[in-house]
Every structure is written in structure tokens, then in C-alpha cells.
T-cell receptor, first 116, second 113 residues
Framework: SQQGEEDPQALSIQEGENATMNCSYKTSINNLQWYRQNSGRGLVHLILIRSNEREKHSGRLRVTLDTSKKSSSLLITASRAADTASYFCATDAGGVSSGSARQLTFGSGTQLTVLP | KAGVTQTPRYLIKTRGQQVTLSCSPISGHRSVSWYQQTPGQGLQFLFEYFSETQRNKGNFPGRFSGRQFSNSRSEMNVSTLELGDSALYLC????????????FGPGTRLTVL
């Protein structure tokens, strides 16, 4: 079952604009990750934020995490046509020891279209 | 390093048949996870293997099984295929330990007729 929902389900913007996607989840987590998927292909990891972090940056990406509200947001600044893809948040409730099982629970995804 | 590879990339089967999908993780990665992606259910966790042992299993029927070999390569098997098993099957690997990022393969697109 899905961990939570992503909002919006679809987003269409012009090149150069910023895109913001939101993710909500239901259970306690160890970390939250964002992935990108192009046209039904494999997922590409974008960024990981641990449960004790509130904000993280990577290039044009900015992720926030609010564990009290069980929500996260992904901001893509100065978007490009190449950013057109589906974006998924995924939560990892596993521990940090080597014996902890790895299982990602994905949101429903946001389809981002960046128009040139 | 080479990425995660999955074979075959596309597969067409008929109902009632069985299928085996293969995944080769990134060299040195000991954890391999499998996910099913469908338009209706989205991305769902199937199972995870670490050092040839299944550590975690998702909510799928017993028709879905897997295994991991000593070289960390993994296979998943689906028996008695149903139309609803048509999906993109994704494999992901991670070093294990403190690393949480998962590296995904391109997937195997299974179509059941």
C-alpha cells in the first residue's frame, strides 16, 4: 500500500519557473528520499533527508522535512525541459544498523511537465 | 562502476505461465530489493535480500518468490501468472550498512496476455 500521497498529481510550468511538490506520509521514518522517473524507466535517486534534518540542498533541489506534520516538499528551482518526469517521495522506516532491512514505501508521484 | 542491470528488459507471457526475472546489483552491494510498479497501485515493495537471506517481504501472494546468490545477484519468480501481474518490475541495490540510498535498474516490463 502507498505510504502517503503526493500533491499535486500533475504540475505544468514554464521553463525557468520553480516547481514545488509535496509529500505526506503516515508512519515514523528513518529518512525520506526523492526519486525521479522518466517515462516508465528506472528510478534515479535525487536526494535523501534524514529524520533529524529539516532542510537539505543539492544543486537546484531543495528538500524540507517536517516530521511533526509528516510531510516533505521538493523544490526544483529554475526548471528546465529536461526536468520533465515523474517525481516520487519514498520513506524508509528501517534502522541504521547493518542488520536493518531496507524497504522503501513510495508515494503516488507527481508528473511534472516543463514547457520550453 | 557498472549500474544495476536487469534481464530481460521486456517479456510477454500468457496466463498460467511462470516467469523468472534477473537482477545484477552494483559490484559490492549486498542488499537487493524488488518493486512492482503498476498504473493502479503505483510502486510497491516485493522483497529484500541481504547476503542470500530474505530480510523483508511485502504484501504479495506466495506466487511471488525470490532468491539471492552468493555473488549478490538476485532472481524473482512469479508462478501461475495472472493478467494483473503485468507491470514494470524494478530491482534496486544498496551497499547495506549505513547507506540508505537505493540504486535502481532500468526494470523489466512484463506483459501477461
Amino acid at each position: 500500500s502507498q505510504q502517503g500521497e503526493e500533491d499535486p498529481q500533475a504540475l505544468s510550468i514554464q521553463e525557468g519557473e520553480n516547481a514545488t511538490m509535496n509529500c505526506s506520509y503516515k508512519t515514523s521514518i528513518n529518512n525520506l528520499q526523492w526519486y525521479r522517473q522518466n517515462s516508465g524507466r528506472g528510478l534515479v535517486h535525487l536526494i535523501l533527508i534524514r529524520s533529524n534534518e529539516r532542510e537539505k540542498h543539492s544543486g537546484r533541489l531543495r528538500v524540507t522535512l517536517d516530521t511533526s506534520k509528516k510531510s516533505s516538499s521538493l523544490l526544483i528551482t529554475a526548471s528546465r525541459a529536461a526536468d520533465t518526469a515523474s517525481y516520487f517521495c519514498a520513506t524508509d522506516a528501517g534502522g541504521v544498523s547493518s542488520g536493518s532491512a531496507r524497504q522503501l514505501t513510495f508515494g503516488s508521484g507527481t508528473q511534472l511537465t516543463v514547457l520550453p | 562502476k557498472a549500474g544495476v542491470t536487469q534481464t530481460p528488459r521486456y517479456l510477454i507471457k500468457t496466463r498460467g505461465q511462470q516467469v523468472t526475472l534477473s537482477c545484477s546489483p552494483i559490484s559490492g552491494h549486498r542488499s537487493v530489493s524488488w518493486y512492482q510498479q503498476t498504473p493502479g497501485q503505483g510502486l510497491q515493495f516485493l522483497f529484500e535480500y541481504f547476503s542470500e537471506t530474505q530480510r523483508n517481504k511485502g504484501n504479495f501472494p506466495g506466487r511471488f518468490s525470490g532468491r539471492q546468490f552468493s555473488n549478490s545477484r538476485s532472481e524473482m519468480n512469479v508462478s501461475t501468472l495472472e493478467l494483473g501481474d503485468s507491470a514494470l518490475y524494478l530491482c534496486a541495490s544498496t551497499p547495506g550498512g549505513f547507506y540508505n540510498e537505493q540504486f535502481f535498474g532500468p526494470g523489466t516490463r512484463l506483459t501477461v496476455l
